[in-house]
Every structure is written in structure tokens, then in C-alpha cells.
């Protein structure tokens, strides 16, 4: 059986899916459920003045779509069917991630986190230094941490030595689709490391997914491929296809390139 | 007294714990953490910590995100 093992605890699906920007909480339960994940990750916000009840302002509004505080994500998803993965996106520096994850593991008393420092607004490339540091901190604290990082075998080897639970590189921008910019980088953090390499942000498209497995990662996880699909729901399908397809394909061990061809019928025998 | 919660000034009758403050609030305890002047309140801990006036309270839930 191959099991994907993450901070001691040992799953059947090597997708994680993110539950943000679908059409609505109905949708957001759909896409899940088709993905497999057994792992979601969900973000750490300030509840809306103007929805908590007895506000002055805001008790003729409606309230925006995924701000609704009547419908919780956990009514939606349970977290005793799914492992939460709370992150701290959006989050510029150390002492913000490690203030918004805090108040992550207080609400839900787990302890498995995404941790992402964003360094640039354009780009939302991960800041490695505050990464590092944030790191240092939550690990200390009893975080098991899943950083999310540039592609950069240096960096993701200084994050699995802190003692991160899994290392997250980039395969392209967050939201881009881009797939794997550098499948070179991807594959040499996936062999140099002994913790999970999983790929996160940037997957497009199934054959994105397929190729971080065939890349030998531990797993995948994305959002926006999904949420911006036409049919969101289907291609958590295909997302789940392909990294079981790109996971046995790794585990068979593809052929060998040639520079020839090689027939593969026989070539004796032919009719005259 | 006037507290801040989520930036947004409000009118309290004192004395009020935390626990009281999410009771009127209408708030699920168990789907949101609390901050009081920067400093997690553990659930456990709701029903003792009283509020002063001009404290600023952070109450956070899980949303949908990537």
C-alpha cells in the first residue's frame, strides 16, 4: 500500500486541494469531495464588523460570498472527516504568519500547519528569509509545518534541516496556471530530501499535477487550477486521476530515453 | 465601556468575560479564536478573562483559501 505519510500521520490521496474563490459553500464541498484530498487548507480572517450580530451598520446588507458568518466552512467541510491545513497567507512577515497560525491552532487545537510568507504583492513570491524565521519560531513552538518556498534546493534543504514537516516549492507564480516552470529544480529538491516535497501553487492543468508526481514529489496541492476551471467540480476529477496516475508512473519507473527507434513488433516472420 | 472589536468600537455593560462577550456576540465558540490586546485567549480560559474598558478583541474564523 502506498501511503503518503505526513508529520506521522499516513494518508490514501496525495492531493491537497485549497477550498478558496469557488462559487459558493455548495460548490466549495463538491470540488472536495471529487478531489479525494483528505487534506484541505483554509486561511485564518477576521470575522466582518459588520456581520457579528447587534452591529450597528451592516444589519441590511448581505453578506459578501465566503464572508458569510452564518455558514461556517467547518458546517461545510468537517474537520472530523478532513484534516485542516490552516495557512497564513497573505502574511508579509515572520510575526505575522506566526500570529495568524497561533490563532489558527487555538481555534482547532491542530498543530499541522501551511506556513507562507509572501515577500512582493505582484508577484506573491514566498520572502525565504521570513520564511526561515517563522519556521524556526513555530517549530520551537510544536508546529509541524508544511513551508511553502521558492524552488530552490538550498533553501528547502535549510527548511527540512529546522524541521519542517514538508517542504512546498513553487511550480510557477500562485494563481498563474503557468504549471512547472523548472521541472529540473522541482525533481532535485524531490530526490535530495528526506521529508515530503509536495508542489504548491502554479498547477494549471492535470498534466501539471501529473508531472510534479512523475517528478517524484510526495504530493500536490492547489486551488486555483480548480476554482478557475470552467467546470471545477470535473477537473478535481482529473486532478485526482492524474496524480495517482503521475504517483505509479514515478513508482514504475519510466524507460529510458533513446535517440532510436526501437520496434515493438517483432521483426522476424514478416509476409512476402 | 467601549471595547474594539475587529476595529470597530462598541458599547459593553461591564462586568463581561469573554465568554459573555461571544454569547452576545451569538458567536460559535468552538469556530473562532480570540485575541484580546494582541494575546490569544485560550478557549478554556473564556469564562475567566474579563474584558476592561478599551480593550481591542480580535475574533478570527476559517475561511475558504489556498
Known sequence: ?272 | MLIKVNGEHREFEAPLNVLALTEQLQLNPRQVAIERNCEIVPRSLYHEVMLDDGDAIEIVHFIGGG
Open chain 1, 1 to 272: 500500500m502506498d501511503l503518503f505519510v505526513l508529520a506521522g500521520k499516513a494518508y490514501h490521496s496525495r492531493l491537497l486541494v485549497g477550498t478558496g474563490r469557488y462559487r459558493d459553500m455548495e460548490q466549495t464541498k463538491a470540488v472536495v469531495e471529487a478531489s479525494g484530498a483528505e487534506i484541505v487548507t483554509v486561511a485564518i480572517r477576521r470575522l466582518n464588523p459588520a456581520f457579528i450580530a447587534g452591529s450597528g451598520i451592516g444589519s441590511n446588507q448581505t453578506p459578501p460570498s465566503g464572508g458569510d458568518n452564518k455558514q461556517s466552512l467547518q458546517d461545510i467541510i468537517d474537520p472530523s472527516d478532513y484534516t485542516y491545513l490552516p495557512n497564513s497567507a497573505g502574511c508579509y512577515t515572520a510575526e505575522e504568519a506566526v500570529r495568524t497560525l497561533r490563532l489558527a491552532r487555538e481555534m482547532g487545537n491542530w498543530t499541522l500547519v501551511k506556513l507562507e510568507v509572501i515577500g512582493d504583492k505582484q508577484t506573491l513570491y514566498p520572502d525565504v528569509g521570513e520564511t526561515l524565521k517563522a519556521a524556526e519560531i513555530l517549530i520551537k513552538e510544536g508546529f509541524k509545518v508544511m513551508a511553502y518556498t521558492t524552488d530552490d534546493l538550498i533553501v528547502a534543504k535549510k527548511l527540512e534541516k529546522l524541521g519542517c514537516a514538508a517542504v512546498m516549492p513553487l511550480a510557477s507564480p500562485i494563481g498563474s496556471g503557468l504549471g512547472i516552470l523548472n521541472p529540473l529544480n522541482i525533481r532535485l529538491i524531490a530526490e535530495n530530501l528526506s521529508i515530503p516535497v509536495l508542489v504548491d501553487a502554479g498547477i494549471g492543468t492535470a498534466s501539471d499535477a501529473c508531472m510534479a508526481m512523475e517528478l517524484g514529489c510526495a504530493g500536490v496541492l492547489l486551488n486555483s487550477a480548480l476554482a478557475d476551471a470552467q467546470d471545477p467540480v470535473l477537473m478535481a476529477s482529473a486532478m485526482k486521476a492524474a496524480v495517482i496516475a503521475g504517483r505509479q508512473a514515478y513508482m514504475a519507473g519510466r524507460m529510458a530515453k533513446r535517440q532510436t527507434a526501437v520496434a515493438s513488433s517483432p521483426q522476424m516472420a514478416m509476409i512476402e
